[in-house]
């Protein structure tokens, strides 16, 4: 049993790891590939980039309808979405003040609560989401999409010219530094030479799609037999926790990146867009891949669904301060409602047994 036990927990970080470096792949092979076909790039991030970021949450929720639970999908839903905003924004609040754009106050915040009331909503209705109630979610995403594929199309060539001239004068800094330095400096510059080349983004792009789905399947099996064989705790809590934060870290690690960098844009805009994608387009997916059953959506999916629907609310209110931003004392809010809502799930799973 010991062995057992050891195995699965490294299958279980291995699985981690393939799916934060294969998401990392598949969005370098993408993009690259987009902007071979002269793509623009706002409509790279809202497109591949996003779905990339998102991948290892759609991976989980695949593999684990198909594989006939499906228990795993609320629960990684609900729980990445309040890691994004509590633990990701928070950190990147602390370390920079997010300005919040006025489209994002006005659009994008405003629609991130309205999806997550209606995924609580569907879901409390009958404690199931059917097929076609996932495909009102996909709907709305693809809605949503569109907007934004529109919007990126009336913005003027001028600002599109400025992006690219400020991220080009960027990597040309970078291969400056880089240029008489160690060894893996070097190797990281032979990468970025490679990704030039149209074949080596389309291996990039397959690699990387196979490390996700591969990670996907490691951590759905390991997962489920730690919460059931080992620590006897409802699969529901281990996707809240455990799954969420693993999906998570690509989010994570982008957006405290960027927010060290200054690049307070993409911090924001990465959490908000992967949160709407999690809820309509892997919600989705997830209820119609479970067909005739239905998702499940049990106690647990509806008090974290309502968690993560005042997350929402709580950045948007912040949002609207003197200052239009997500402050430090914001940042420092969201962290403490994390560990909060991490304390009431286990005194409820061990003390309280509310449900």
Known sequence: MAGEIVLNVFLLLLGFVLLVKGADFFVDGAAGIAKKLKISTFIIGVTVVALGTSAPELAVTVTDALGGSGELITGNILGSNIINIFLILGLSAV??????????????????????????????????????EGLILLILYFAFMAYNIFLAQKQSKIRLEEATATATAFE?????????QSKWQKFKSGYEELKSKVWFLIILTIVGLGMVVGGAQLVVNSSSFIAKDVCNI???????????????????????????????????????????????????????CTGANGLAFTTEG??????????????????WGKQKSLTRAAGIIL?????????????????????
């Open 172 to 180: 040309g800094n970078n291969a400056a530094q880089v240029s008489a």
């Open 335 to 355: 962290l403490v409602c994390l560990v909060a809502y991490y304390v009431f799930i286990f005194l409820n799973l061990y003390i309280f047994k509310l449900y």
């Open 95 to 132: 370390i920079c003040k997010l300005p919040v754009e006025k489209t994002t106050r006005i659009i994008d915040l405003p629609f991130l609560i309205v999806s997550s009331a209606l995924f609580v909503l569907l879901g409390a209705f009958d404690n199931v989401f059917a097929w076609w």
């Open 234 to 288: 409802p699969e529901e809590i281990v996707a809240l926790t455990v799954v969420a934060f693993g999906t998570s870290l690509p989010e994570l690690v982008t957006s405290v990146s960027a927010a060290r960098k200054g690049d307070v844009g993409i911090a924001t805009g990465n959490i908000i867009g992967s949160n709407i994608a999690n809820i309509l387009l892997i919600g989705g997916v997830g209820a119609l």
């Open 302 to 319: 509806i008090i974290s669904g309502i968690v993560a629907l005042f997350a929402a609310v709580l950045i948007f209110a912040s949002s």
